[in-house]
């Protein structure tokens, strides 16, 4: 069983630059979730899905872009990276609620230099 | 408003001694609470979670929470730690619009 996979697992990237952070699911969830994960911040949220084609913003959504055509996939985008964006990223996915409990895969992390 | 406070950021335990993480909440909904568990360089992983019901609350690995409401608390217990337990353990609770809200996290170190 996948779960849920992330690519990459680090990454390092130069100011100002881009790139698409990757998520697939393989459970057939509905939710899907990202997070950033900053030394003694918690997690805190950056984009959610409760379905193809439905986006919505979390608590940091700026500086971040999400789509989602399909079940399976919850990209995340960072247009123009910044140092405030190195972090820990994970995705995650519930069936429906977050009641159930989340699903989180591995994590990437960013380094913005 | 909604949040998750984790009243300890570190603590260190010898193997064998008795283990309680602080966790308290804010929220004036329907309550639904979590227990995650991350292992160093690893992802989160559900320990236990409280719907309703039996307020003590049995997780994997031996760990159970106990949800009093009256003191809008949820603490994380074991009786006996061991060093595998070393770990980050995250409280949250599941607030408006389904979204999950996280603790700032409670590092734990157990020493052999």
């Known amino acids: 069983n996948a779960g849920v996979t992330q690519t990459p697992k680090f990454r390092i990237l130069k100011i100002g630059q881009s790139m698409t952070l990757q998520c697939a699911q393989d459970m057939n969830h509905n939710y899907m979730y990202w997070y950033r994960q900053d030394p003694g911040m918690g997690l805190k949220l950056i984009y959610y899905?409760?379905?193809?084609?439905?986006?919505d913003k979390g608590e940091v959504p700026n500086g971040y872009n999400v789509s989602r055509s399909t079940t399976e996939d919850f990209p995340l985008r960072l247009e123009l990276a910044a140092p405030s964006q190195t972090s820990v990223y994970f995705c995650?996915?519930?069936?429906?609620?977050?009641?159930?409990?989340?699903?989180f895969g591995s994590g990437t992390r960013l380094t913005v230099v | 408003a909604q949040s998750v406070s984790q009243h300890n950021h570190h603590v260190i335990l010898s193997e064998a001694a008795s283990l309680e993480l602080g966790c308290n909440y804010s929220y004036g909904g329907t309550v639904n609470l979590f227990w995650y568990v991350q292992y160093p360089g690893q992802h989160l992983q559900l320990l236990l979670k409280y719907f309703s019901g039996d307020p003590l609350v049995k997780g994997i690995k031996g760990f159970e929470a106990e949800f009093i409401k009256s003191k809008f608390s949820f603490n994380l217990r074991k009786p006996s730690v061991q060093w595998s337990d070393t770990a980050e353990y995250f409280c949250a609770l599941l607030g408006s619009y389904d979204k999950v809200i996280f603790g700032p996290g409670t590092s734990l170190s157990v020493i052999p």
């Open positions: 995650a996915s519930s069936p429906r609620r977050g009641e159930s409990g989340y699903t």
């Open positions: 899905s409760v379905g193809a084609g439905i986006t």
